[in-house]
């Protein structure tokens, strides 16, 4: 009996996460090769883990409940490697890539259908009050290691690389690389969310690799020396 009443117990709550929070079961099918099935993704996976915790602390902190939100939010720390403000404004199909060392502060704003690989901070640069974290568009995806720092603007459908450190304002449909980020150009085009990391453009290499070719093209042009006159006659 007691054993029946514990699978029913799992069973209702499996139910209700993956509908709930079936956007972000989706984005880890899609996202994620290894994601074998939705109960794989409910019973394993740290990110949606910490987005189950963050939707109760959020709920909590909109309705004024001192301290409990926060200590939810350790908690979720302390269980994923993955520490969310509840104060943090997050849409709808957030996919958090193993996870650990994410830190997203109390004024960040996160779109929907955002990527966020292991060791991301979307923080503050310890100048400011007031709206001091970064604001992130639609169908965004930050590299590994990457630093978005300071009351910046992501814009949609932008891609910032492993390890960037990002201090300003990024357009839409752009690739951000390097310390401090730099724009490498994309065309215009919309960025797949499943895009090669070690394949991303490099901006200072572009640079380097057109000074190359402008060298090559004088070389090519310089008119050929004028032979000597003999003088000894």
Not at 84 to 92: E, L, N, T, Y
Not at 102 to 116: C, D, F, K, R, S
Not at 187 to 204: E, M
Request: aromatic fraction near 6%; charged fraction near 20%.
């Amino acid at each position: 009996m007691i054993f029946l009443v514990i699978l029913l117990f799992f069973c209702v709550i499996f139910l209700l996460v993956s509908t709930f929070f079936s956007d972000e079961v989706k984005a880890s099918k899609e996202r994620d090769p290894a994601a074998k099935s939705t109960l794989e993704i409910l019973l394993l996976y740290p990110g949606l883990h910490a987005i189950i915790f963050y939707r109760v602390s959020h709920w909590l902190w909109n309705k004024r409940v001192p301290i409990l939100p926060r200590l939810l939010s350790q908690v979720a720390r302390s269980l994923t490697g993955i520490e969310i403000h509840p104060g943090a404004q997050i849409g709808r199909g957030l996919f958090i890539d193993h996870g650990t060392g994410v830190v997203i502060g109390e004024t960040a704003i996160v779109g929907n259908n955002v990527t966020l690989y292991q060791g991301v901070t979307l923080g503050g640069t310890g100048k400011e009050t007031g709206k001091r974290h970064p604001t992130l568009g639609d169908d965004i995806v930050v590299g590994a290691g990457a630093k978005v720092l300071g009351n910046i603007e992501i814009g949609s459908n932008a891609y910032i690389g492993a390890n960037a450190v990002v201090i300003k304002d990024v357009p839409p449909n752009t690739t951000i690389v390097g310390v401090p980020g730099r724009i490498t150009k994309q065309d215009g085009k919309k960025i797949d969310r499943s895009l090669d990391h070690i394949h991303t453009l490099d901006p200072v290499m572009q640079q380097i690799n057109e000074l190359e070719k402008r060298l090559e093209a004088l070389e090519k042009n310089r008119p050929s020396p004028k032979p000597k006159k003999n003088t000894e006659d």
